[in-house]
């Protein structure tokens, strides 16, 4: 099977811009996680989408914003982009019902 | 709140020898415990997990304990080896959910 994918890899923004992230889980897996990863802070919980719904919810602000279609890709959005939004930006996925996650990549956001 | 910390943030070996990192949680009601395995530049990769209902898993080099009465858990990595060398995150999921909350890391270093 093939494994998690992100798209882009790499991405740089300024500061004020909006910028969508892309998540393809692994085939026949329902639920999919996003974490931001930093040297500072190491990897905070974002959300996680199951079937479409947004299950769960990190603390982060309103800023940040996701979506799951119905082939269970994912997305998610961070709008009016401040310096210390770059991070690593990680999604995994898991099965219905299943706990292992399973990590994509990630996407490097730099926010200049 | 959640919480699960992590000790030490750095350790540093000599090939051969063994490895013990530690992790303490605070949601009495998790019952499902991951350790990831972080290369340089890479996706955190599950090495092993461990459910509340066993003490103890092994698989080959490594192994993970489970305390529940005392609310840790660690992975002991045996007969270290260079390749071992990585950024290792312990986690615990909040109640009856598939959020994850991450240690902040181990940085283990296996010399020659």
């Known amino acids: 099977k093939a494994g998690v994918t992100q798209t882009p890899r790499y991405l740089i923004k300024t500061r004020g811009q909006q910028v969508t992230l892309s998540c393809s889980p692994i085939s026949g897996h329902r639920s999919v996680s996003w974490y931001q990863q930093t040297p500072g802070q190491g990897l905070q919980f974002l959300f996680e989408?199951?079937?479409?719904?947004?299950?769960n919810k990190g603390n982060f602000p309103g800023r940040f914003s996701g979506r799951q279609f119905s082939n269970s890709r994912s997305e998610m959005n961070v709008s009016t982009l401040e310096l210390g939004d770059s991070a690593l930006y990680l999604c995994?996925?898991?099965?219905?019902?299943?706990?292992?996650?399973?990590f994509g990549p990630g996407t490097r956001l730099t926010v200049t | 709140g959640e919480n699960v910390e992590q000790h030490p943030s750095t350790l540093s070996v000599q090939e051969g020898d063994s490895a013990v990192i530690k992790c303490t949680y605070s949601?009495?009601?998790?019952?499902?415990f991951p350790w990831y395995k972080q290369e340089l530049g890479k996706r955190p990769q599950l090495i092993i997990d461990i459910r509340s209902n066993v003490g103890e898993k092994k698989d080959q080099r490594i192994a993970v304990t489970l305390n529940k009465t005392a609310k840790h858990f660690s992975l002991h990595i045996t007969e270290t080896q260079p390749e071992d060398s990585a950024v290792y995150f312990c986690a615990a999921p909040t109640t009856n959910t598939d959020k994850l909350i991450f240690g902040t890391g181990t940085r283990l270093q296996v010399f020659p």
């Open positions: 949601d009495s009601a998790s019952n499902y």
């Open positions: 989408y199951f079937s479409e719904t947004q299950r």
């Open positions: 995994a996925s898991s099965k219905a019902g299943g706990r292992e996650q399973y």
